[in-house]
């Protein structure tokens, strides 16, 4: 069973983020309460904790939006659309996203939310960021708990507040930088941070939550590893650690995490014909390849995923050839995987099938007629917006997959976490003679990542990171390459854009950021916000 937030900490939760950094009245905020003696046992701390895990589920809803679209996975298959918003998505995936964007407010806007609620539950622990040392660091306490409890709870509110802002600079760049608490006043004075300062912060974050989370070994029966399934551990902690060393290109420092999590963690890929599928079923939650996820839950109790309803079909017949779901309510028929991406897949590939289902108007229909549906996060639900399935964050594919990234090369025990991956899938084994260069080995390993996390939002950001971790994977000649296959489809706007004015898209300065929601902007007026570029 999951763990449902109760009625009295929903409550407690949205006093403590009614103020948000961008909103700003020249009133005094009855509703912006003292932190100082708020929390008083122990009990209260975990309730707080949970409240933080609940809000994360929030910019899920947004996240694909921002990244996923962007890349050359899926694209906004609306063409006849006059809806604002629906345009907004296709502009954003073009790299033409306005600084007005309502989704791209969203969410930056939910975000920083959870972020208020996680430096809340902080300051009750009296932690605090050491902006020179760049080390989390604990203050007299007295509240009455074991100094490892309180740090477990330090640690777990660590990595989430490092999750956050692992996203909030790879989308935005230099964003702000908050450790505490702020109120709208003070809020009007912090200015962006510079994003090696972002990273600073991130890495102290993940750092305090690799010391500090539960290192229990998953596959433990006993009930109280069952309690904690769900929550951040030591082994997350190391894999998104990691993760954050190779996007700052420092190998190096992300091959002994990655090596640890490989040895020590007790996770595994599962394995067989249903192996892949098994790892997003909702009858196997948290299973042993699942090292953090955001949990939903069904029931129409407010916990579930509105991401099956956003990306099914809104066309009973499509829903019927393809056998897609149809969940309750509005359906947007968002998110399309691009032919490209189907046709990227090794034909015998059981990802490919599970991932994509393809709408055929009649069993000769060419290709060219031809319609693709997310399908891995498409579940049946009787309520709204009710998805019971949980959103994966890392799972432990990737800490193999990353491993092959961080070496570079080919080796006996690089090919053996690439055939892991790769053969669970159907596909005959890779050799040595198949990833003999080092172009073939990245492309391998390129491919494979983008096949094993299609539709997880993992593609755009590494694509960007590519560019640091296997440079023969160039970002810009990637999506150059999608605008020329996609052209067609593009030209059916108004505008009709030529290959050649998509491809100038990857040399515009908003192909490398979003930009600050226009609403900071104008809001703070007493420190102006600089905006990125382009925008």
Same mark, same amino acid.
């Given at each position: 069973m999951k763990n449902i937030l109760n009625t009295k900490l929903l409550l407690l939760f949205s006093i403590l983020i009614m103020t948000s950094c961008s909103d700003y009245i020249e009133l005094e905020n009855q509703n912006q309460i003292p932190l100082e003696g708020f929390y008083n046992s122990e009990s209260e701390l975990n309730y707080a904790l949970s409240g933080c895990y609940s809000s994360l589920r929030a910019p899920v809803a947004f996240e694909w939006m921002l990244s996923e679209i962007r890349s050359d996975n899926t694209f906004m298959n609306l063409t006849a659309t006059t809806n604002p918003q629906n345009l907004q998505i296709y502009s954003n995936d073009i790299f033409e996203a306005p600084a007005f964007d309502n989704f791209i407010e969203s969410y930056w806007g939910t975000t920083y939310q959870s972020i208020r609620s996680i430096n809340a539950l902080l300051e009750g622990l009296n932690t605090s960021y050491n902006r020179n040392s760049g080390t989390i660091e604990y203050g007299d306490f007295k509240i009455t708990m074991t100094e490892a409890e309180r740090k477990r709870i330090a640690g777990e509110a660590s990595f989430m507040r490092a999750y956050h802002y692992f996203n909030l600079v790879r989308l935005y760049g230099g964003v702000f930088l908050l450790d505490k608490v702020v109120t709208s006043e003070e809020a009007l004075k912090i200015p962006r941070s510079e994003v090696n300062d972002i990273y600073?912060?991130?890495?102290?974050?993940?750092?305090?939550?690799?010391?500090?989370?539960?290192?229990?070994?998953?596959?433990?029966?006993?009930?109280?590893?069952?309690?904690?399934?769900?929550?951040?551990?030591?082994?997350?902690?190391?894999?998104?650690?990691?993760?954050?060393?190779?996007?700052?290109?420092?190998?190096?420092?992300?091959?002994?995490?990655?090596?640890?999590?490989?040895?020590?963690?007790?996770?595994?890929?599962?394995?067989?014909?249903?192996?892949?599928?098994?790892?997003?079923?909702?009858?196997?939650?948290?299973?042993?390849?699942?090292?953090?996820?955001?949990r939903f839950k069904s029931g129409g109790l407010g916990y579930g995923?509105?991401?099956?309803?956003?990306? %099914? *079909?809104? @066309?009973?017949?499509? $829903?019927?050839?393809?056998? !897609?779901?149809?969940? &309750?309510?509005?359906?947007?028929?968002?998110?399309?995987?691009?032919?490209?991406?189907?046709d990227s897949y090794p034909a015998n590939d059981l990802r490919r099938d599970y991932t994509i289902k393809v709408?055929?108007?009649?069993?000769?229909?060419?290709? %060219? *007629?031809? @319609?693709?549906?997310? $399908?891995?996060?498409?579940? !049946?639900?009787?309520? &709204?917006?009710?998805?019971?399935?949980?959103?994966?964050?890392?799972?432990?594919?990737?800490?193999?997959?990353?491993?092959?990234?961080?070496?570079?090369?080919?080796?006996?025990?690089?090919?053996?976490?690439?055939?892991?991956?790769?053969?669970?899938?159907?596909?005959a084994p890779l050799t040595t003679a198949s990833i003999s260069t080092t172009a073939l080995y990245e492309k391998a390993v390129a491919d494979e990542r983008r096949w094993e996390f299609a539709l997880e939002n993992q593609r755009w950001f590494d694509l960007l990171r590519f560019n640091t971790t296997m440079p023969t994977i160039n970002a810009k000649t990637v999506m150059s390459n999608h605008f020329a296959t996609m052209q067609p489809f593009y030209s059916q706007y108004d505008g009709a854009y030529t290959t050649q004015q998509l491809q100038e898209k990857t040399n515009d300065p908003k192909f490398n950021l979003l930009p600050i929601p226009n609403v900071e902007i104008v809001t703070n007026t007493t420190y102006p916000i600089i905006q990125n570029p382009g925008y």
């Open positions: 600073k912060f991130i890495l102290a974050d993940l750092k305090n939550a690799s010391e500090n989370c539960i290192s229990a070994k998953y596959g433990n029966t006993t009930d109280a590893q069952k309690a904690v399934q769900g929550k951040a551990t030591v082994w997350a902690a190391r894999a998104l650690l990691a993760k954050v060393y190779l996007t700052l290109g420092q190998k190096s420092d992300a091959i002994p995490l990655l090596t640890d999590v490989i040895n020590n963690s007790g996770h595994s890929i599962l394995t067989g014909t249903t192996g892949y599928s098994s790892v997003f079923s909702s009858t196997n939650e948290m299973n042993a390849e699942m090292i953090f996820a955001i995923s509105s991401l099956s309803n956003l990306f %099914s *079909t809104n @066309t009973s017949s499509i $829903a019927s050839q393809t056998k !897609l779901a149809q969940p &309750a309510g509005t359906r947007g028929a968002f998110n399309n995987p691009t032919a490209e991406l189907y709408y055929k108007p009649t069993s000769t229909s060419a290709s %060219s *007629t031809w @319609t693709y549906w997310a $399908a891995k996060h498409n579940i !049946l639900t009787t309520v &709204a917006n009710d998805s019971e399935l949980d959103w994966p964050v890392l799972r432990f594919s990737d800490v193999l997959l990353m491993y092959c990234e961080a070496v570079g090369a080919s080796n006996t025990t690089t090919l053996g976490y690439l055939n892991q991956v790769h053969t669970r899938a159907g596909l």
